[in-house]
């Protein structure tokens, strides 16, 4: 069985293969060490959100603690992002992002103009 170092070794030699590598993170790791820019995304007690376990189970959460730094929920920096690519992603709350990921619509996250 491999060592915890050995294990993020493995972790971080394809990710320095890459020329640009942008992540969103909440916690340090060998991902975020690796990327060119990460995005401060809040832990699951600091934004309301459906999270999967590792058991393949649903579990919705709500807020319970106060963001700290400039960390957002990911869902914000995700839109965020995708505007500023040019991706009509006009998203100001979460239900909207649900709503947004029904399969019937999926054609509004096409590219504006495409």
């Given at each position: ?17 890459h ?16 990327a ?7 832990t ?55 709503k947004?990921?029904?399969p ?11």
């Amino acid at each position: 069985m491999p060592s915890a170092a050995e294990d993020v070794a493995m972790l971080e030699a394809p990710l320095a293969k890459h020329a640009c590598l942008v992540t969103l993170a909440s916690h340090e790791g060998p991902l975020a060490r690796r990327a060119h820019v990460v995005l401060p995304a809040c832990t699951w007690a600091e934004a309301e959100g459906t999270y999967v376990n590792s058991r393949r189970m649903e579990q919705k959460s709500e807020k319970a603690i106060e963001a700290k730094g400039d960390s957002r929920p990911a869902w914000q920096l995700v839109a965020r992002l995708g505007e500023t690519l040019g991706y009509a992603t006009r998203w100001k709350k979460l239900k909207e992002v649900r709503k947004a990921m029904d399969p019937s619509a999926a054609a509004s996250a096409l590219p504006a103009g495409a």
